[in-house]
């Protein structure tokens, strides 16, 4: 295991060595408030240039990521993504941008932002879009803050929102915090939503459905055309949670099949790195008659000039400061047009290719609960291997020891020691052939060998560790472990 970097610090070395400073000295104490001056110095540990280098070097090769190999989590698109793309995004004249600029002065990032906009709404069959939500669970949140204003200018909020049982697990959060209750449906044996159950819910009370399609479990709601005019007879809503359109683009446009309201996770399905916390994306596009309420600025076109709209009277409001994640919007760009019409199709082909390629070997080892065609990902079961006292957890660790990911665990709910793969449209053959080798394996020595299992990882820079200890006891900083 790599050593901290307090641990080989040595007294008296330094990285950088400044040149005398020729700026005039002055007191802290004369420039700041009380409560701002430090009453110690930094303790920043004493090194070499070379040592924080190989240091950090070193812990990269024993990190798993992207470039390693595949990272097979279901629900999550943990793809690979262009390097070309970063490199756009971090180019002086956007990264340089102050965003407080006047609009005649950013004509190129203001009709970078229309363009996506526009690509967007016909990616999706809708009329209109915001780029401010900074995430998935932000889109969700003003997708419905949109909704609820659209209710209010109908004269009745209304109180409930449905959500089927194999939903994203952030809905029913941001249900609540969008002033309604969350109404949780079953799901029928096909891993659908149950029309019947649906229909006791529809009533001047019912806002809107939250739906994630394809589902969860990586199943196609064929149902969804039936769904919506269901909620519009009532005057409910019908909004999709737009992170499994990795599956869709170019092949069916969700405002086409009744959907109201739609975010997009960019992070996931338009070329932003994933994962470590951000950076993201989730623009919401809605229908004509949710355009009023979506928040402001808008970008408007006249007079051959681009510029941003304040003067939305029903606006949601700002939901995030100035215009959004923009760097993560120059590279969904890039992404789309580096791909084209064409080409944003064939990734969602590839991608429900890969996933049906891979269930088809697994299936014969795992159980799969839902019989239902796969799209971009499928979700196994290992509840079967208790028999042996292996778990899914097991099962997990064991991967890093044959160097994968593991795939999502226990997600969805619905399914018991679930194991919830989605290889992705980026993957090549050979290391579907390679995961799915590692899967078999791991199938048999739950047979032959549990304990191996049971004790995984044997081979990585950190061993299987008390999840139970962790929480309860949190070790947050070397003080903590030097106290």
């Known amino acids: 295991m790599s050593e901290l970097l307090w641990e080989i610090e040595k007294e008296g070395r330094i990285g950088v060595k400044l040149p005398k400073s020729d ?69 002086a004249g956007f990264t340089k941008i102050h965003p407080l600029t006047p609009d005649e002065y950013v004509q190129g990032a203001l009709e970078i932002m229309s363009e996506l906009g526009n690509g967007f709404c016909k990616i999706g069959g809708m009329d209109a879009i915001t780029l401010q939500p900074a995430a998935g669970a932000h889109g969700e949140i003003t997708g419905l803050m949109i909704m609820r204003r659209y209710h209010e200018a109908q004269g009745n909020p209304r109180k409930n929102v449905v959500i089927p049982d194999s939903s994203h697990g952030t809905n029913p959060a941001s249900i609540v915090l969008s002033g309604w209750q969350p109404i949780e449906i079953k799901s029928g044996p096909d891993g659908k939503i149950d029309l019947k159950t649906l229909e006791k819910y529809l009533d001047k009370d019912l806002a ?111 939901v995030q400061a100035f215009w959004g994640a923009f760097a993560v919007i120059v590279k969904a760009y890039a992404y789309i047009l580096s791909l084209g019409a064409d080409g944003i199709r064939k990734t969602s082909e590839d991608a429900v290719l890969n996933s049906n390629y891979l269930r088809a070997i697994l299936e014969k080892y795992y159980d799969l609960p839902y019989k239902s065609t796969s799209m971009h990902e499928f979700v196994l079961s290992g509840e079967f291997l208790k028999k042996y006292g292996v778990k899914t957890l097991d099962i997990a660790k064991r991967l890093l020891d044959l160097g994968f990911h593991a795939p999502t665990i226990y997600f969805p709910l619905i399914v018991h020691e679930a194991l919830m793969i989605e290889p992705t449209e980026t993957e090549p053959l050979e290391t579907l052939d390679a995961f799915a080798d590692a899967m078999i394996r791991i199938r048999k020595e739950a047979e032959e060998n549990p304990d191996i299992l049971k004790s995984a990882p044997h081979d990585t820079a950190v061993r299987r560790l008390d999840d139970v200890a962790a929480n309860r006891n949190p070790i947050l900083t070397w003080w903590d472990v030097k106290s």
């Open 23 to 91: 700026v005039p000295k002055y007191e802290s104490k004369k420039l700041l408030p009380d409560n701002m001056v430090r009453k110690s110095e930094a303790k920043f540990p004493q090194l070499a240039e070379q040592q924080v280098v190989r240091h950090f070097v070193e812990l990269s090769a024993k990190n798993y990521h992207l470039d390693k190999s595949i990272y097979p989590l279901g629900s999550c698109t943990m793809k690979y993504n262009p390097k070309i793309n970063e490199r756009l995004a971090n180019l």
């Open 208 to 318: 809107a459905l939250m739906v994630t399609n394809p589902n969860t479990l990586g199943i196609f709601e064929s149902d969804i055309e039936k769904v919506a005019d269901m909620l519009h007879s009532v005057g409910a809503q019908l909004y999709m949670d737009g992170a499994n359109m990795n599956a869709l683009l170019g092949i069916a446009r969700p405002g086409d099949f009744g959907v109201d309201a739609l975010h997009y996770n960019l992070h996931k399905t338009f070329s932003t790195p994933h994962g470590g916390g951000g950076p993201g994306s989730g623009p919401v596009a809605v229908k004509n008659h949710l355009e009023p309420f979506i928040p402001k600025p808008k970008i408007v076109f006249a007079n051959g000039k681009y510029s941003l709209d304040w003067d939305i009277q029903q606006s949601l409001g700002k």
